[in-house]
């Protein structure tokens, strides 16, 4: 169950601080807050944590994350995980973001 999120992320990286044209990304975000988080970068790599925040830019941070990545090239390729606490993802390294939530709160989410 995932609801994406780099739609909001880039209309709240686009906003312009003034109330009305900020107040639906914004609502959006805080909904996202402290729900666990899986994040994709574009090296191929994994992180799962909790969102925590975001900026203008579009760059995110995840507390208690751990990282997945592939160790080697078979298939199905085993997958390492690496304990990594507070972390910060780039804008510019994001390939995917997903929430995990139910059907029900993923319906809310595509309403706001």
Do not use: W
């Not at 780099?6 to 044209?21: A, F, K, W």
């Not at 996202?32 to 579009?58: E, N, P, S």
């Amino acid at each position: 169950m995932e609801e994406e999120v780099g739609e909001s992320l880039i209309q709240l990286g686009s906003s312009d601080g003034s109330n009305s044209s900020s107040s639906d990304p914004v609502t959006r975000v805080r909904k996202l807050l402290f729900r666990r988080m899986l994040v994709g970068i574009k090296d191929g790599r994994f992180f799962l944590g909790t969102f925590h925040c975001i900026d203008k830019q579009g760059n995110i941070i995840l507390q208690d994350s751990i990282e997945y990545r592939s160790t080697r090239r078979s298939s199905p390729p085993p997958m390492e995980q690496r304990c990594l606490g507070l972390i910060l993802i780039p804008a510019s390294c994001r390939a995917s973001c997903h929430v995990d939530c139910s059907v029900e709160e993923q319906l809310s989410l595509l309403k706001v």
